[in-house]
């Protein structure tokens, strides 16, 4: 059994369904205008080949980008594993006690933060704080390289199976006549890593995992922007750049996505009006893990208090 039509092609305002290797529902949704994206928890919704566990080895989930967080909620429900492993925030329910809320707004590369994003995260820590949430300014505890060395051996070694498994179905060789100059740098970059460097990557995932989990115990979410910066100049993402370039355009503009592959927690972005310039701004929520359900109905608490979903006005101002 199939999604609904309408959830399928995406038409008409629906749903568009999309996956998630290092942040790619995320940081489109952040990017847009209006749009909420969720990468669920590692095995709640059944990867496209087969399995529970995500694919590219476990980083991989699909979920939508969507203009609601009702029909996230809803294709959520239609598509999730009935025996995947689920959980409820226990600050979700207010009766118990209120939810807990991280509030992180520095660039976890280390470089300054944009004070944009910054003054959203606040605004937005702010207003879940006047809905009765304990809300904590929090720094993030590990160093931002020990995520970052997992890209290649973990992203990289996953995506170069799949461009040598496309190349095969074509006949066609992996050089730069049928790759851009990126996709080569990715492809040499990982066919030179020492052997076994897969394998000793997951195990210092799980190290890094049980350690960030043990901080979890603090918080049912941890709020900043889903981005390092509002917008970037046209160009410095393009498969045309130097590799360097390309990994340091990275560091600087989605410092906050990978970390919710390597862990498997579910993460959200959200919309968050627009910058001065008229720049999509986007808040990232994380959960705990299993807790989708719970962190959408935290961004749905927030949405209702927030700027309008897609509107045109600036209604954030720097300074």
């Known amino acids: 059994m199939g999604p609904p039509p309408r959830w399928r092609r995406g038409g008409a305002g629906g749903p568009h369904f999309a996956s998630d290797c290092a942040g790619s529902i995320r940081i489109p949704a952040a990017a847009c205008r209006g749009l909420i994206g969720l990468k669920p928890t590692r095995g709640r919704v059944p990867w496209g080949e087969g399995g529970v566990a995500g694919g590219w080895g476990g980083i991989a989930e699909e979920l939508v980008v969507a203009r609601t967080v009702r029909d996230v909620q809803a294709v959520l429900g239609f598509v999730a594993d009935a025996g995947a492993t689920r959980s409820r ?25 944009d004070p944009v994003l910054v003054r ?25 390289e020990r995520i970052a060395a997992l890209m290649d051996p973990l992203f990289g070694a996953a995506a170069v199976a799949e461009m040598e498994a496309v190349g095969a179905a074509l006949g066609r060789p992996l050089d730069d006549a049928h790759l851009e100059p990126v996709s080569l740098a990715v492809l040499e970059t990982v066919r030179t890593l020492p052997a076994g460097s897969v394998e000793r990557a997951w195990r210092e995932a799980a190290m890094l995992t049980a350690e960030l989990d043990r901080w979890w115990e603090r918080f049912d979410v941890v709020l900043c922007s889903t981005l390092g910066r509002a917008a970037l100049p046209l160009g410095r993402l393009g498969g045309e750049v130097a590799h360097d370039e390309w990994v340091a355009a990275n560091d600087e503009f989605t410092p906050h996505n990978f970390v919710a592959n390597v862990t498997g927690w579910p993460a959200l972005s959200l919309p968050w009006g627009l910058g001065p310039e008229g720049v999509p701004v986007g808040l990232q929520l994380f959960g705990r893990r299993g807790a989708d359900e719970a962190l959408l109905e935290v961004a749905g608490r927030l949405v209702a208090v927030g700027p309008p979903l897609g509107s045109g006005r600036p209604v954030l101002h720097a300074g």
């Open 120 to 144: 959203a995260v606040e605004e937005a820590g702010g207003a879940l704080a006047g809905l009765g949430a304990a809300v904590t300014p929090i720094e993030w505890p590990l160093p931002y």
């Open 89 to 113: 925030a226990d600050g979700a329910d207010p009766a118990t006690r209120p939810l807990r809320v991280g509030l992180l707004t520095a660039h976890w590369a280390g470089l300054a933060a």
